[in-house]
Protein backbone atom coordinates (compact mmCIF):
# COMPACT_ATOMS: atom_id res chain seq x y z
CA UNK A 1 0.00 0.00 0.00
CA UNK A 2 2.78 2.28 1.13
CA UNK A 3 4.65 2.38 -2.67
CA UNK A 4 1.35 2.34 -4.88
CA UNK A 5 0.20 5.31 -2.48
CA UNK A 6 3.59 7.05 -3.42
CA UNK A 7 4.06 5.88 -6.74
CA UNK A 8 0.47 7.35 -7.92
CA UNK A 9 1.99 11.10 -7.06
CA UNK A 10 -0.59 11.32 -4.10
CA UNK A 11 1.95 13.24 -1.71
CA UNK A 12 1.87 16.68 -0.96
CA UNK A 13 5.03 15.46 1.48
CA UNK A 14 6.63 13.22 3.35
CA UNK A 15 8.29 13.51 7.07
CA UNK A 16 10.37 11.95 8.99
CA UNK A 17 9.44 11.24 12.32
CA UNK A 18 12.54 9.06 13.60
CA UNK A 19 11.74 5.71 12.74
CA UNK A 20 8.34 6.51 11.24
CA UNK A 21 7.54 8.34 8.02
CA UNK A 22 4.19 10.70 7.63
CA UNK A 23 2.72 10.92 4.42
CA UNK A 24 0.45 13.83 3.70
CA UNK A 25 -1.66 14.01 0.93
CA UNK A 26 -4.28 16.27 0.49
CA UNK A 27 -7.10 14.45 2.24
CA UNK A 28 -5.19 12.00 4.35
CA UNK A 29 -2.27 11.05 6.56
CA UNK A 30 -0.39 7.67 6.60
CA UNK A 31 2.05 7.31 9.24
CA UNK A 32 4.19 3.93 8.90
CA UNK A 33 7.42 2.50 10.64
CA UNK A 34 9.48 3.00 7.43
CA UNK A 35 12.80 5.04 6.54
CA UNK A 36 12.84 8.24 4.83
CA UNK A 37 16.14 7.42 2.64
CA UNK A 38 14.35 4.45 1.45
CA UNK A 39 11.15 5.34 0.22
CA UNK A 40 13.30 8.45 -1.54
CA UNK A 41 15.38 5.79 -3.61
CA UNK A 42 11.83 4.59 -4.55
CA UNK A 43 10.14 8.07 -5.66
CA UNK A 44 10.42 9.30 -9.38
CA UNK A 45 13.23 12.14 -8.60
CA UNK A 46 11.05 13.80 -11.53
CA UNK A 47 8.04 14.60 -9.23
CA UNK A 48 9.36 14.69 -5.79
CA UNK A 49 12.50 16.40 -3.87
CA UNK A 50 14.41 16.07 -0.78
CA UNK A 51 14.31 19.55 0.66
CA UNK A 52 15.50 18.57 4.47
CA UNK A 53 16.43 16.03 5.77
CA UNK A 54 12.81 15.57 7.55
CA UNK A 55 10.92 16.10 4.26
CA UNK A 56 10.57 15.44 0.78
CA UNK A 57 8.18 17.40 -1.29
CA UNK A 58 6.04 17.12 -4.52
CA UNK A 59 7.31 19.24 -6.87
CA UNK A 60 4.47 19.47 -8.69
CA UNK A 61 2.35 20.51 -5.68
CA UNK A 62 4.62 23.39 -4.39
CA UNK A 63 2.55 26.64 -4.26
CA UNK A 64 5.66 29.11 -3.66
CA UNK A 65 8.56 29.05 -2.08
CA UNK A 66 11.80 31.14 -1.31
CA UNK A 67 15.37 30.29 -0.30
CA UNK A 68 14.55 29.30 3.00
CA UNK A 69 10.85 27.63 2.75
CA UNK A 70 8.35 25.65 0.64
CA UNK A 71 4.43 26.36 0.97
CA UNK A 72 2.62 23.21 -0.39
CA UNK A 73 -0.69 22.30 1.07
CA UNK A 74 -0.78 24.63 3.86
CA UNK A 75 2.24 23.92 5.40
CA UNK A 76 5.36 25.95 5.54
CA UNK A 77 8.73 22.95 4.76
CA UNK A 78 12.25 24.66 5.69
CA UNK A 79 14.76 23.88 3.53
CA UNK A 80 17.57 22.44 4.84
CA UNK A 81 21.22 24.44 4.43
CA UNK A 82 22.75 21.25 2.85
CA UNK A 83 19.85 20.98 0.22
CA UNK A 84 19.51 24.40 -1.18
CA UNK A 85 21.48 24.71 -4.10
CA UNK A 86 19.41 21.13 -4.98
CA UNK A 87 16.01 22.94 -4.48
CA UNK A 88 17.46 25.83 -6.46
CA UNK A 89 18.54 23.71 -9.38
CA UNK A 90 15.30 21.19 -9.30
CA UNK A 91 12.73 24.28 -8.97
CA UNK A 92 14.42 27.26 -9.01
Request: hydrophobic share 40%; net charge positive.
Amino acid sequence: ILLEFCLLGLPLLVESQKEYIKIVTASKTLLTKFQLTALEELLSPQQFIRVHRSFIVAKDKIEAYNQNEIDIGGKVIPIGRNYKELVQSKIG
